[in-house]
């Protein structure tokens, strides 16, 4: 972080989607997903999620490049690696999977990103002319 390497609006968002999904899986816990019967912050601390978020996630050549693009691919790291972890039985870590799915689509979360920025400036020269 010192060197601004790694980005906190990663490792922020990361551990905030994680924490949401922790919460509504517990919210919704079943025997039949023993995971699901830990808590949010238990979710947060226990296996590579910790290490995931704040080392992996964080690479910035694979992830995503634009501020909100950052908040957008953290969160769904969090949320898709606790869904992993709670579902997937047979699939006890999620993280490392969450993140290699979401390298996939940080282009197309920039490209999404960039393009929204560009509706909206051009709709507001369209107003003014």
Same mark, same amino acid.
């Given at each position: 972080?010192?060197?601004?390497?790694?980005?906190?609006r990663? $490792? /922020?968002s990361?551990f905030?989607?994680?924490?949401?999904m922790?919460?509504v899986?517990?919210? #919704?816990?079943?025997?039949?997903?023993? /995971?699901?019967m830990? !808590?949010?912050?238990?979710?947060l601390t226990? *296996?590579g #999620?910790? @290490?995931?978020? /704040? @080392?992996?996630?964080t !690479?910035?050549?694979?992830?995503?490049?634009?501020?909100a693009? =950052?908040?957008?691919?953290?969160?769904?790291?969090?949320?898709?690696?606790?869904?992993?972890r709670?579902?997937?039985n *047979?699939?006890?870590e *999620?993280? $490392?999977?969450?993140i290699?799915? $979401?390298?996939? @689509?940080?282009?197309?979360? !920039?490209?999404?990103? /960039?393009?929204?920025n560009i509706? =909206?400036?051009?709709?507001r020269i369209?107003? =003014?002319?």
């Amino acid at each position: 972080l010192a060197t601004g390497i790694a980005s906190w609006r990663i $490792m /922020v968002s990361v551990f905030a989607g994680g924490f949401l999904m922790g919460l509504v899986a517990h919210y #919704f816990q079943t025997p039949l997903y023993p /995971v699901s019967m830990l !808590d949010a912050v238990q979710q947060l601390t226990l *296996g590579g #999620f910790a @290490f995931g978020a /704040v @080392f992996m996630a964080t !690479d910035p050549v694979t992830a995503a490049r634009t501020n909100a693009g =950052k908040y957008i691919y953290g969160f769904l790291i969090g949320v898709i690696a606790i869904l992993i972890r709670t579902y997937n039985n *047979g699939y006890p870590e *999620g993280a $490392m999977l969450a993140i290699l799915l $979401m390298n996939a @689509f940080a282009p197309l979360i !920039d490209y999404c990103v /960039v393009q929204r920025n560009i509706r =909206k400036r051009m709709r507001r020269i369209n107003i =003014k002319a």
